[in-house]
């Protein structure tokens, strides 16, 4: 069974932050493939919740040009996470 948990995104960040000091590619194959399918899921998660604020402000925008500022922003996410999830964990 799946349970979810909700938890700030300053502590995610800083779990992020966090492993991406640790070096466990001296440790057996399991270790470092649960690490990097950790650390990717975090920054996927992180990378959706960044891409669901941009699209709040994209959509509450008050002026056209606010409005493509946000668009951009946007894009940019939506493409960061589509970096993430084909190619791997970004740091």
């Keep these: 069974m799946q349970e979810n948990v909700l938890l700030p995104i300053p502590l ?17 194959r399991a270790v470092i493939d649960d690490y990097c399918d950790v650390l990717r899921d975090l920054n996927v998660k992180l990378q959706k919740t960044e891409l669901r604020d941009a699209y709040s402000r994209m959509i509450a925008a ?4 606010s409005r493509h ?3 951009i922003d946007y894009l940019w996410h939506k ?13």
Excluded: M, P, Q
């Design 12 to 28: 995610v960040k800083h779990i992020v932050e966090l492993l991406g000091y640790w070096d466990v590619y001296k440790c057996d």
């Design 62 to 65: 008050d002026s056209e040009d």
């Design 69 to 71: 500022d946000a668009r």
């Design 79 to 91: 493409t960061r996470l589509n970096d993430i999830v084909t190619d791997g964990f970004i740091l």
